[in-house]
């Protein structure tokens, strides 16, 4: 089995940052893809950003340039620096990873979430 534990998250004012931390353990062999989404009241979950085992990274239109992923293979951990927050921005964020983990068994896991609040 494969957990997935996030940190960081909290109360910021507009403009502000916050990093979002999420470290995966268990029996794990390789970790795929790992990437960062997030659900506000009444909307859909929507991805954020998302980055390959070699680096390969994707954002959402609407946190290019405020937002940063990158990920540390050795300790298995994807963070996600947010600049810039603005209110809408304000949401419970979620860790993924595609993880192949014992047998070689490829499964999809999920973070418990973090609550990012932006307002003043």
């Known amino acids: 089995q494969v957990q997935l534990v996030e940190s960081g998250g909290g109360l910021v004012r507009p403009g502000g940052s916050l990093r979002l931390s999420c470290a995966a353990s268990?029996?794990?062999?390789?970790?795929?893809?790992m990437a960062w989404y997030r659900q506000a009241p009444g909307k859909q979950r929507e991805l954020v950003a998302s980055?390959?085992?070699?680096?390969?990274?994707n954002y959402a239109d609407s946190v290019k340039g405020r937002f940063t992923i990158f990920r540390d293979n050795a300790k298995n951990t994807v963070l996600l620096q947010m600049n810039s927050l603005r209110p809408e921005d304000t949401a419970v964020y979620y860790c993924?990873?595609?993880?192949?983990?014992?047998?070689?068994?490829?499964?999809?896991?999920w973070g418990q979430g973090t609550q990012v609040t932006v307002s003043s």
């Open positions: 993924n990873a595609g993880v192949v983990g014992a047998e070689w068994a490829f499964n999809d896991y």
């Open positions: 268990g029996s794990i062999i390789r970790i795929d893809a």
């Open positions: 980055i390959t085992n070699a680096g390969t990274k």
